[in-house]
């Protein structure tokens, strides 16, 4: 997927680590039950927390950083509010839109994605001039965070950062924004709605920060984080900072706050997916056209789609348990093509069903 505008608004120098949910696609159709068994499962339609997890740290190289200076020759009297409030002015603010397109398919479609990768060095000491003045010890220091988007399971989902860990030295300020935008497409622009601004001094370990937001309309949910901590000098002079960014491909809850299930490969045989609606916008169609589908359907067309399944994908003797789900409702706009069918077992075929019933 190609970002457009996300470079513009986060700082130049990111470091991130990615955390992301991979798919299996089994590579014969032999066994249902094993089948079953393999399917990657972003679990969701029962209502439960979900955690969408950006874990990483932001590391400050002091060694590195002299040697920068050294090369620049460079100077800088900013202290670490002036830096602070310089990165922070540099975060997405509300009601920015972002644009971005389709460049290909993702593995999954509740990924956290790179946004950069590199560290900044910074020292306000210039060794050529001779200044003396406290300058922290050689090595690397490092502050490991949580930047966390939490599905709730109900209309309350909400944003929440952690200083999870230290090595080396305590940052003096750690700060960042994470935010959250929304779109009524997975194509198309998204508008921030919901941001959590943190700014920490001298943090202990294990603080956090918590913001919640409403999900009570069905929407893409994008959510990203830039991070930033700032070292200072026994003397109080700034040392150096650090920087990270990530964010998100789309999100879709319902509006009850339900993440919609998605499995790869969640067909009996382990090939087929029911991927999300590229719109939250399907109109309910009338309960006459609706039935019409339907008996077409069960009179004759549900046995042609079993004949053409077990012929493209591997046999399945269609048990009790077995169910033919419309990937897209017949009630939203879906129709009889085998192409919006998929057969599933009854307990996902019910958290697909459950999720639909509070699309609109």
């Known amino acids: 997927m190609d970002i457009k505008k996300i470079g513009k608004y986060l700082l130049p120098a990111i470091l991130s680590l990615s955390f992301v949910l991979s798919s299996v696609l089994p590579a014969a159709a032999a066994d249902s039950t094993s089948a079953k068994n393999n399917a990657v499962l972003l679990d969701n339609a029962e209502k439960k927390e979900i955690r969408i997890s950006h874990k990483f740290s932001v590391v400050y190289d002091k060694d590195k950083a002299v040697k920068v200076i050294e090369g620049k020759s460079h100077a800088s009297n900013k202290n670490a509010d002036h830096?602070?409030?310089?990165?922070?002015?540099?975060?997405?603010?509300?009601?920015?839109?972002?644009?971005?397109?389709?460049?290909?398919?993702?593995?999954?479609?509740?990924?956290?994605?790179?946004?950069?990768?590199?560290?900044?060095?910074?020292?306000?000491?210039?060794?050529?001039?001779?200044?003396?003045?406290?300058?922290?010890?050689?090595?690397?220091?490092?502050?490991?965070?949580?930047?966390?988007?939490?599905?709730?399971?109900?209309?309350?989902?909400?944003?929440?950062?952690?200083?999870?860990?230290?090595?080396?030295?305590?940052?003096?300020?750690?700060?960042?924004?994470?935010?959250?935008?929304?779109?009524?497409?997975?194509?198309?622009?998204?508008?921030?709605?919901?941001?959590?601004?943190?700014?920490?001094?001298y943090p202990f370990v294990g603080k956090s920060e918590r913001k919640y937001v409403s999900a009570n309309n069905t929407s893409y949910f994008w959510y990203q984080s830039s991070n930033f901590a700032i070292w200072?000098?026994?003397?109080?002079?700034?040392?150096?900072?650090?920087?990270?960014?990530?964010?998100?491909?789309?999100?879709?809850?319902?509006?009850?706050?339900?993440?919609?299930?998605?499995?790869?490969?969640?067909?009996?045989?382990?090939?087929?997916?029911?991927?999300?609606?590229?719109?939250?916008?399907?109109?309910?169609?009338?309960?006459?056209?609706?039935?019409?589908?339907r008996d077409a359907f069960e009179d004759g067309i549900k046995a042609q789609y079993k004949t053409y399944y077990d012929k493209k994908y591997g046999y399945v003797n269609w048990q009790k348990g077995i169910e033919i789900h419309h990937i897209r409702p017949l009630n939203f706009g879906g129709d009889n093509s085998f192409e919006n069918l998929i057969p599933l077992y009854a307990d996902k075929h019910y958290q697909f069903s459950n999720w639909w019933a509070y699309y609109q």
Do not use: C, M
């Open 232 to 293: 200072r000098n026994p003397d109080g002079s700034t040392a150096g900072y650090a920087t990270d960014g990530n964010q998100t491909t789309e999100i879709l809850l319902n509006k009850i706050g339900v993440l919609y299930p998605f499995w790869y490969g969640v067909d009996v045989n382990g090939y087929l997916n029911s991927f999300p609606p590229d719109t939250t916008t399907y109109s309910r169609v009338s309960p006459d056209v609706v039935k019409s589908l």
């Open 83 to 201: 830096l602070a409030n310089e990165l922070s002015a540099s975060f997405l603010k509300p009601n920015d839109v972002i644009t971005y397109s389709e460049s290909g398919k993702e593995h999954s479609v509740y990924n956290l994605k790179n946004v950069g990768q590199s560290n900044t060095e910074f020292s306000t000491i210039d060794p050529s001039a001779g200044v003396s003045g406290g300058r922290l010890g050689s090595g690397v220091s490092i502050a490991y965070y949580s930047a966390d988007f939490v599905i709730t399971g109900n209309t309350s989902p909400y944003l929440e950062v952690a200083l999870t860990g230290v090595q080396g030295n305590l940052p003096a300020t750690v700060g960042g924004q994470l935010s959250l935008s929304r779109g009524p497409n997975k194509y198309g622009s998204y508008t921030v709605t919901d941001v959590l601004n943190y700014n920490w001094q």
